[in-house]
Structures are given as structure tokens and as C-alpha cells.
């Protein structure tokens, strides 16, 4: 099995020091998360599905196209899915859950399942948060690359959803920050330094759902 030689898989996943000297995005995901809760109010699952662009999905037909047929299927697939799965541990998944504003990092999932559909690579995977989370207060769910080399984007808002009765007790908005308006009320801190090293501060900028539950 390939684990980090594929130079498209590692750029995305491993490259974070040239990730930091750019910062701007080179990979391209369209996005979309489902949260889910049991009857009593606990967030039970992040259910994500990601499709790449067609440049970065070509180059991983490049690098991980065993038979030389142009296609990827089977051990190919699954070569991909479980290369993703260890090499984004490191990156928390590219999910931010805020618990009443703690960060909860989410739990390493079982398998990521990788499929080739119309030229674009999609990975689906489930995931729950490493500790257990209750509908109460104010929580928000995002997916976001810190480095900035990979630009996440929920098309549209039904692309950013809950399921279960649980939610009932929320009021929930998708929130898309006006990136002038996060310039304009973070200027001091948005300095060179943070255009070299994005760090946390790209998440002020990240699309997210966002819940005010009674408990």
C-alpha cells in the first residue's frame, strides 16, 4: 500500500510548511456535512462527503492508478481512502466543533471510502466527536483547512445540515463570514506574519453551522 508517496495525496495532507509559505488555497473541495443527534440531544455523527476539483482528482488517477487502465476501482480506492484517513489524524479531519467555546477535535473515523465520479475524487466518511456533546448552548460545526492550501466550500447552505429530532430545541444558521468585514475587525492582528502562518485565524473566515439549543 502507498502511504505518503503520492505526491498529490501528500501535497494536500503533509505538505504544511509549503501549505504556510503561500497560503492560498491549490485544492479545490466542495463540501458537505450532516450532524446528527440521538433522541436525547447527544451529537452522535459528522457525516461528510468531499468532491475535489478536476486538476488535483487527475493527479491522483496519476499516482494511484496501479494498472495504468486511467480509472481508479477497488484496492486503488481504498488504497487512497486509508492514506487520507491517517495522514489528516494529524489535522483534526479539517472539522471544527465548538462546544459552548471549547474546541472538540473529532474522533478518527473507521474507513474513508474514496470514489472516482465524473473525473472528480469524492471521500465520504462518518465520524463522531472525541468526547460526547450535548445539544445545549451554543455550538458550531465547520470544516476548514487551518493552512489555507485547501479551500473547503459548502455550496450552498442545505449542503451544511442537522438530522434528528434533538435539533428541535435549536435555532440554527449557516454563517458565511464577509471576509472585508473580518479584515476590517482583525486588522491589527492581520498582519504579514498571519499571511505566512495562518494558523487558527483562518477559521474567522471559514463557513459554519452555527446552533443555539435549550437543554
Not at 487502465?69 to 487512497?80: A, S
Not at 428541535?168 to 449557516?174: G, T
Request: with cysteine; glycine share 4%; aromatic share 10%.
Amino acid at each position: 500500500m502507498k502511504f505518503l508517496n503520492s505526491l498529490s495525496i501528500a501535497a494536500l495532507f503533509c505538505l504544511g510548511v509549503a501549505s504556510q509559505a503561500s497560503a492560498h488555497p491549490h485544492v479545490f473541495v466542495d463540501a458537505r456535512l450532516e450532524v446528527v443527534a440521538d433522541d436525547d440531544g447527544n451529537v452522535t455523527a459528522l457525516q461528510n462527503v468531499w468532491r475535489f476539483d478536476e486538476f488535483f482528482s487527475s493527479s491522483v488517477i496519476l499516482d494511484y492508478d496501479a494498472n495504468m487502465d486511467n480509472q481508479l476501482t477497488g484496492k486503488e480506492l481504498t488504497d487512497i481512502g486509508e492514506t487520507v484517513r491517517q495522514s489528516l489524524a494529524e489535522y483534526g479531519y479539517y472539522t471544527q466543533i465548538s462546544d459552548n467555546g471549547e474546541d472538540v477535535p473529532l474522533a478518527e473515523p473507521d474507513v474513508i471510502h474514496a470514489d472516482m465520479v465524473d473525473g472528480q475524487l469524492l471521500l465520504i466518511f462518518s465520524a463522531k466527536p472525541s468526547r460526547p456533546v450535548r445539544l445545549a448552548g451554543h455550538l458550531t460545526f465547520g470544516i476548514y483547512d487551518a493552512s489555507m492550501y485547501t479551500a473547503i466550500d459548502f455550496q450552498r447552505d442545505e449542503d451544511l445540515v442537522t438530522v434528528g429530532e434533538a435539533f428541535e430545541r435549536c435555532r440554527s444558521a449557516v454563517v458565511r463570514p464577509d471576509p472585508d468585514e473580518i479584515i476590517s475587525e482583525n486588522s491589527d492582528a492581520l498582519t504579514a506574519a498571519f499571511f505566512n502562518d495562518p494558523t487558527d485565524m483562518s477559521k474567522l473566515f471559514a463557513t459554519r453551522l452555527d446552533l443555539t439549543c435549550t437543554d
